[in-house]
């Protein structure tokens, strides 16, 4: 039995998931047992097995809506772990069957999971999140003078469909007073040499859904083309279905605005529909390109590029 591999662990995640949803639907007071598992873990969580005592295998899951991934090794964004034999894995594998009829069974196995837990505490907030060219931080006072300048630009608010509209310094410290908040997420991005050139957010978060939408603006226009934007976005995605729990990131991007459009396919969103005359813009109606990440989509694309 190739016990070991990714593959046979992710089909393992996906009988725990199936096998425990049945069971909490059935004994939902069960849930009070992983109660603290469950505020801690961004629904990712690591697996630790071994065999007579001795370690032979460290694992990453991460689940999503559709399928899990497994990534060997313990991840630096997993909060809660879990410690179990080779034996109770290949028990629960090839009883499957027999616990789909009486998941009752599944009973046995919740003391070992509950002395097994090992939880480290959780944070949303990181003073700075690094990407591989850029920062991304909260905003402070010096950075007014650019927002004011990105904010009031003519081409820029074209690109986002508000060409009209005019920022004020108040109506800008007001937004980028929420930084990490959960509605919205407002960071500055910084080149390498700390050097503001745009602004990126996350918002109209859905608790329920796991949701939340996407925008970015290069404001900087001597760093458009240069890779600065594709960065910001895989760094905030990162964070999103690492950190934030969020199972899906989407966005809106005119028809007009080919180079964001690009970048978004690069940084693994799909093309999911178009609006047609959606959008009212400097007297023309333009289509509206609806584009999608799932969580799944992001880890996989990612962990294929180490």
């Not at 593959?7 to 939902?28: A, W």
């Not at 007297?283 to 180490?306: H, P, V, W």
Request: charge should be positive; hydrophobic fraction near 35%.
């Amino acid at each position: 039995m190739k016990y070991l591999s990714t593959e046979l662990i992710e089909e393992f995640s996906e009988i725990i998931k199936e096998l425990y949803k049945l069971f909490f639907k059935k004994f939902p007071f069960f849930k009070i047992v992983i109660i603290n598992a469950i505020m801690h873990s961004s629904s990712n969580f690591g697996l630790i097995i071994t065999e007579k005592g001795k370690l032979i295998g460290k694992y990453s899951i991460y689940l999503t809506s559709e399928h899990n991934v497994v990534k060997s090794g313990i991840e630096k964004d997993i909060n809660v772990c879990y410690k179990i034999s080779i034996q109770t894995v290949k028990d629960i594998m090839s009883g499957k069957d027999e616990y789909r009829k009486h998941i009752w069974k599944l009973i046995r196995f919740i003391p070992a999971l509950i002395s097994s837990q090992l939880i480290k505490e959780r944070t949303f907030y990181y003073g700075v999140l690094k990407g591989k060219k850029i920062f991304l931080r909260p905003s402070v006072d010096s950075d007014m003078e650019y927002l004011l300048n990105w904010y009031n630009d003519y081409e820029l608010n074209r690109l986002a469909g508000w060409s009209s509209s005019k920022a004020t310094e108040g109506r800008l410290k007001f937004n980028y007073s929420k930084s990490y908040g959960y509605d919205p997420m407002n960071l500055i991005i910084d080149n390498e040499d700390g050097k503001p050139i745009g602004t990126i957010q996350l918002y109209d978060f859905s608790d329920i859904d796991k949701t939340c939408k996407l925008g970015i603006r290069i404001g900087d226009k001597t760093h458009w083309g240069k890779g600065y934007g594709e960065d910001a976005v895989n760094t905030i995605l990162e964070y999103a279905f690492t950190k934030m729990d969020i199972n899906r990131v989407s966005l809106r991007v005119y028809e007009f605005n080919e180079r964001a459009a690009r970048c978004y396919l690069k940084c693994g969103f799909e093309n999911e529909g178009r609006a047609r005359k959606s959008a009212f813009i400097d007297g023309q109606y333009y289509d509206e390109i609806l584009m999608g990440i799932l969580k799944s989509d992001f880890i996989k694309e990612n962990a294929s590029r180490r």
